[in-house]
């Protein structure tokens, strides 16, 4: 069997069987390292094409450096962060409108739901409410929210323990709702 090194030597050189075979060898660990740092899967695979397409262009690997699995290694997690970078998070805000002319005279419960939640929703802090947008909407985990926001997953957990607290407040009017 051909050493990483060797193969390495062979891409310098223009081999593209070479890369062939270090993709095949490495691939699933630049994939679990880029996955542990992205959650977003179409992101992930565009990370783990961009680090072996910069194998292939740049051809920069020293062998005297250390073993290729952890220049790889290394490699990835550096344009992880460059992906992580240019993908900055977008403030999303959740518009709950309801036309005040229903088609009846008299709204459904669900449009009266829509509006009091809506209500309910614009009485909360802006930042409690985003939390509880990208989880409960979008179906976010607290760790991609914290990603996504820039901000400590202690401050998300806080964020949407006191953005539910408001919510409850706000809706206590309904028999479901615990206070």
């Known amino acids: 069997m051909v050493s990483d090194e060797e193969l390495m030597m062979r891409v310098a050189a223009g081999d593209a069987d070479a890369l062939q075979e270090l993709y095949q060898r490495h691939a699933p660990r630049v994939t679990a390292i ?19 397409l910069r194998v292939w262009r740049t051809r920069s690997y020293n062998p005297a450096l250390g073993p290729v699995a952890h220049w790889l290694a290394v490699v990835t997690r550096h344009i992880a962060v460059d992906h992580l970078r240019r993908a900055k ?6 518009q709950l409108e309801v036309d005040p002319r229903a088609p009846s005279d008299a709204p459904s419960d669900a449009a009266l739901l829509r509006a009091d939640l809506a209500r309910a929703l614009r009485a909360i802090r802006a930042e409690e409410r985003d939390v ?4 409960y909407v979008h179906g976010m985990t607290l760790r991609e929210i914290a990603e ?14 006191r953005g539910l607290r408001g919510l409850r407040q706000q809706l206590a009017e309904y028999p479901e709702v615990e206070p």
């Open 132 to 135: 509880l947008v990208l989880a």
């Open 148 to 161: 996504r926001l820039q901000i400590p997953l202690g401050t998300v957990k806080t964020r949407l323990h």
């Open 34 to 52: 880029a996955r542990n740092m992205i959650r977003d899967s179409d992101a992930v695979k565009d990370v783990v094409q961009d680090v072996f």
């Open 89 to 94: 998070p977008h403030k999303q805000v959740l």
